[in-house]
């Protein structure tokens, strides 16, 4: 019985290996809320995802509504914060940025439709106080 040629396996093996590097898309972040995204009509494309920062707001997903409750919570990167927390994250963003897309620095809100309007005010308010003046909400397409 003639033995098989394996001498090409590891290329094939490689190629493969690159093909799922490709295509598969790491997720930075785990969400911990859970969010329904409001619908709009005069929706625009983020222009500059990488200077870019989300802020997530929503009720804790299933598996952690025991340890934290119903109510809406904020998230931001893999953790729950307070309004005023926002703060130093947002300095800390816009440091970790290039001198060149600092002017472009963009907070992005992802908030429940059903997000009760003083959560969306107290970030806002903080958002303020540390300059970052461009914020837009995230929202669905109205079909």
Known sequence: MPEMNTSSLPDLIFTILFFFMMVTSMREV??????????????????????????????PT????????????????????????IHDFVYAERDELAEADKPF???????????????????????????ALKMMYSANKQQ
């Open 105 to 131: 620095y963009t907070v992005s809100v992802k908030a429940d439709h059903n997000t009760p309007m003083g959560i969306i005010t107290d970030v806002k308010q903080v958002m303020r106080k540390a300059y």
């Open 30 to 59: 785990t969400l911990m809320v859970k969010f329904d995204k409001p619908t709009g009509t005069q929706l625009e494309k983020l222009a500059r995802k990488s200077s870019t920062s989300f802020i997530y707001i929503g009720r």
């Open 62 to 85: 299933e598996a952690l509504r025991g340890q934290y409750g119903t109510g809406h919570r904020i998230q931001i990167n893999d953790r729950y914060v307070e309004a005023p927390e």
